[in-house]
């Protein structure tokens, strides 16, 4: 059974930081693309980042300079430090793969989705 669970999020104050956390279990994340996603209710989930299996790295305009994403292949795990947040950052966000050495436009395993939420 392949599974990607993300955690990390929560609440902070606009100006804050938070790191959030993609593992995965079943698979080995190394092979994968993994993408970062963003969704608010009532509005179309929207591509964050992207990071390949040699760590070439994609950003949305509205996080490039403030989100950084990384991987740790020791611990299977992807990250998305998120700086400087803003209230308008806050959604659900979801990690992603797919086994593919680019990052594609669509994706074939999905987390559950964790809160952020920024706010005063």
């Known amino acids: 059974q392949l599974q990607l669970v993300e955690s990390g999020g929560g609440w902070v104050q606009p100006g804050g930081s938070l790191r959030l956390s993609c593992t995965a279990s079943?698979?080995?994340?190394?092979?994968?693309?993994i993408g970062w996603f963003r969704q608010v209710p009532g509005k179309e989930r929207e591509a964050v980042s992207c990071?390949?299996?040699?760590?070439?790295?994609k950003y949305s305009d509205s996080v490039r300079g403030r989100f950084v994403t990384s991987r740790d292949n020791a611990k299977n795990t992807i990250y998305l430090q998120m700086n400087n947040l803003e209230p308008e950052d806050t959604a659900t966000y979801y990690c992603?793969?797919?086994?593919?050495?680019?990052?594609?436009?669509?994706?074939?395993?999905w987390g559950q989705g964790i809160q952020v939420t920024v706010s005063s």
């Open positions: 990071i390949t299996l040699n760590g070439r790295t």
């Open positions: 079943g698979f080995i994340l190394d092979q994968y693309a």
């Open positions: 992603a793969g797919r086994h593919i050495s680019y990052c594609p436009d669509e994706f074939s395993h």
